[in-house]
Every structure is written in structure tokens, then in C-alpha cells.
């Protein structure tokens, strides 16, 4: 198994320009969430899935847009990158979907570093 | 609402001495929590758990944490420290069996482990 993949590792953007993060699992996992990771703030939920098809704002939202048409993908985009974005994103999967009570732990994968210039 | 906190940023210790690194929660019910730990440049990885059952619960590479329900926290320890244990560790909580607000882990701001030679 290849666990949790991300790419870019790497990318610099302008303000303005869009992008897609890709996130993808082969583990078959049902829950799937994406974090930014800032100094001092620990990690921050942006978006999260249940499920394919199913998806739920976390903590910072705004700015962000994901979708989940299969178990095994789920895009961050980017709808318009301003310099406050610029962080480190982290993508989590677990098999810990509805109906487990959320025991379940999250394998990480090994991030996305954004700067938006 | 659901928090955690990690008092220290930083822990120093010397190589060989027991380590604490310390967490405390806020749930309204009862608790998942959780351990990771963050080596540079690298995605998180899981350490550890408590979902039930008895309250000192081990982990990866010699690590344990003990749950105390009547002071709320969930101390990170180790009997005896190694420098290749020096990394950001974080704390997380999840509130049980919120079957719509499963994604929502709340991590700490992490803490910073030394381990000096």
C-alpha cells in the first residue's frame, strides 16, 4: 500500500492564480479530511468526507473547495490564492466513517508546501 | 466545544531521563483522544490512542499516556528518552459517538521535544 499520496510537494503560486491539491488513498478508507498546518496554530480542519459524495466544511473553509466522487480521491482547490493561504497542507484518511463513533486513527500524508506570493 | 491544550511549546530533556509532554481536553461527552508525532519536513504519524478501557495506554517506540477523566488530560510520557525521540508531538480529541460531526479532530498547537545528549 501506498498509504496516503499528496502532490505537488512544492508549489508557488501568485495572488489570483488557482490551483488543485491532490490527495488520493488506497486503503479504502471512508473518511478523508484536509488540514493547513501554520506556526504556533497546530493543525486547522478545512474540509472533510464522510464519504464519496459527501462532504463537510471544518474550521477555515473559506477560500477552499473539495469534492469526493470516489472513496479514493479527494482535490483541495483553490478558488482564487491570496498570500494568507500560504501554508503547509496536510491530507488524512482513516476508516473511521459513520457508524464507528470516530475511534478510528488518521494516517497522514506527507504534505503540500503552498506559497503564495 | 471541543478543544485541546498543549501548555509547553517546548520540552527539553536529557537523553536517558523520563519525558512528559502534556496535553488537557475539553469534550462535552466522552473522549477519543490521540497522539502523533511530526519529524521534519514529514506528515503526522500516530503514536497512540485512548477510546476505553484502562487509562495508561501504550503506543509506538516506548511510548504511553495516561487518561485522567476527573482533571481532563492525557500526558504523553516515555521512561526513558532517546534523541532520535526529539520531534513536534501533537494531542488530539475527538468527541464519541457524534455521528454528524465525526471528521472534526481537534489538535493542539504541538509541542516541541528535545532530546540533548
Known amino acids: 500500500n501506498a498509504g496516503v499520496t499528496q502532490t505537488p510537494k512544492f508549489q508557488v503560486l501568485k495572488t489570483g492564480q488557482s490551483m488543485t491539491l491532490q490527495c488520493a488513498q488506497d486503503?479504502?478508507?471512508?473518511?478523508m479530511s484536509w488540514y493547513r498546518q501554520d506556526p504556533g496554530m497546530g493543525l486547522r480542519l478545512i474540509h472533510y468526507?464522510?464519504?464519496?459524495?459527501?462532504?463537510d466544511q471544518g474550521e477555515v473553509p473559506n477560500g477552499y473547495n473539495v469534492s469526493r466522487s470516489t472513496t479514493e480521491d479527494f482535490p483541495l482547490r483553490l478558488l482564487s490564492a491570496a498570500p494568507s493561504q500560504t501554508s503547509v497542507y496536510f491530507c488524512?484518511?482513516?476508516?473511521?466513517?459513520?457508524?464507528?463513533?470516530?475511534?478510528?486513527?488518521?494516517?497522514f500524508g506527507p504534505g503540500t508546501r503552498l506559497t503564495v506570493t | 466545544a471541543q478543544s485541546v491544550a498543549q501548555p509547553e511549546d517546548q520540552v527539553n530533556v536529557a537523553e536517558g531521563n523520563p519525558l512528559t509532554v502534556k496535553c488537557t481536553y475539553s469534550?462535552?461527552?466522552?473522549?477519543?483522544l490521540f497522539w502523533y508525532v511530526q519529524y521534519p519536513n514529514r506528515g503526522l504519524q500516530f503514536l497512540l490512542k485512548?477510546?476505553?478501557?484502562?487509562?495508561l495506554v501504550k503506543g509506538s517506540y516506548g511510548f504511553e499516556a495516561e487518561f485522567n477523566k476527573s482533571q481532563t488530560s492525557f500526558h504523553l510520557k516515555k521512561p526513558s528518552a532517546l534523541v532520535s525521540d526529539s520531534a513536534l508531538y501533537f494531542c488530539?480529541?475527538?468527541?464519541?459517538?457524534?455521528?454528524?460531526?465525526?471528521?472534526?479532530?481537534?489538535f493542539g498547537r504541538g509541542t516541541q521535544l528535545t532530546v540533548w545528549p
Open positions: 485512548y477510546i476505553t478501557g484502562d487509562n
Open positions: 486503503m479504502n478508507h471512508e473518511y
Open positions: 468526507s464522510v464519504g464519496a459524495g459527501i462532504t
Open positions: 469534550v462535552s461527552g466522552n473522549p477519543y
Open positions: 488524512a484518511s482513516s476508516s473511521g466513517g459513520s457508524g464507528t463513533g470516530g475511534s478510528h486513527e488518521q494516517y
Open positions: 488530539a480529541v475527538r468527541e464519541a459517538d457524534r455521528g454528524s460531526t465525526l471528521g472534526r479532530l481537534y
